[in-house]
């Protein structure tokens, strides 16, 4: 069974820094990898992703303050967070898709609904 598991969330005050962890099994992140939030009352929304050519994009209202990395040899990807604002509050996701042959990478990152996804993290920040 594919298994993706989140670590790294918790509380933080607002200027705080987090690194969120994610470690997949049973898979290996052999294309498009991302973080995905989601507040109480709000649409999922991309943070951060890498695409199959480790392109990295990054969602509107992170303002550069967050950094995605890919470890393939730890088959790990990290969310590195600063400048933490209470707005970033939310349940923060790891999500992968499986790569198939003949068909290109992820091109639109928007709609969450890449394949895999981990239970999340809560990253609270006052």
């Known amino acids: 069974d594919v298994q993706l598991v989140e670590s790294g969330g918790g509380s933080v005050q607002a200027g705080g820094s987090l690194r969120l962890s994610c470690t997949a099994s049973?898979?290996?992140?052999?294309?498009?990898v991302g973080w995905y939030r989601q507040a109480p009352g709000s649409e999922c929304e991309l943070v951060a992703a890498?695409?199959?050519?480790?392109?990295?994009v990054y969602g509107d209202s992170m303002g550069g303050r967050f950094t995605i990395a890919l470890d393939r040899a730890k088959n790990t990807v990290y969310l590195q967070m600063s400048g933490l604002k209470p707005e970033d509050t939310a349940v923060y996701h790891c999500?992968?898709?499986?790569?198939?042959?003949?068909?290109?990478?992820?091109?639109?990152?928007?709609?969450?609904?890449?394949?895999?996804w981990g239970a999340g993290t809560q990253v609270t920040v006052s």
């Open positions: 999500a992968a898709d499986q790569k198939r042959p003949g068909v290109g990478t992820r091109v639109n990152f928007d709609a969450c609904n890449m394949d895999y």
């Open positions: 049973g898979f290996t992140f052999d294309d498009s």
């Open positions: 890498i695409n199959g050519y480790g392109t990295t």
